[in-house]
Nanobody
């Protein structure tokens, strides 16, 4: 069983920053076996890919909308993945969820991920 818990969301003004964390607990594989992704979903909209990182952290994939402003990283010793979000925009208001899949790939598609957290709300005021 794999359990993901996000934290770090909140209310921030446009142009501000937030750092999200996702702590993973798992029983059968080591954390570095999992590719990790961040997705977001705003009310009334479909879930959107944000960024993903490979198990050992050597490969990352970013959505065009966040490249240059967001940074994903991971600490495999702490079973944690981070999302540093800078220069936030009001359109970034959404529930942000992390996801995990035991794979060597770095998936962008939500259906590629097997495990999901409950999400943390990010609200960006204009």
């Amino acid at each position: 069983q794999v359990h993901l818990v996000e934290s770090g969301g909140g209310l921030v003004q446009a142009g501000g920053s937030l750092r999200l964390s996702c702590v993973v607990t798992e029983r059968y594989y080591t954390f570095n076996s999992y590719a990790m992704g961040w997705f977001r979903q705003a009310p009334g909209k479909e879930r959107e890919f944000v960024v993903a990182i490979s198990g050992n952290g050597d490969r990352t994939v970013y959505a065009d909308s966040v490249r240059g402003r967001f940074t994903i990283s991971r600490d495999n010793a702490e079973n944690t993945v981070y999302l540093q979000m800078n220069s936030l925009k009001p359109e970034g208001t959404a529930s942000y969820s992390c996801a995990a899949r035991a794979t060597h790939e770095v998936p962008r598609d939500s259906w590629s991920y097997d495990y999901w957290g409950q999400g943390t709300q990010v609200t960006v005021s204009s």
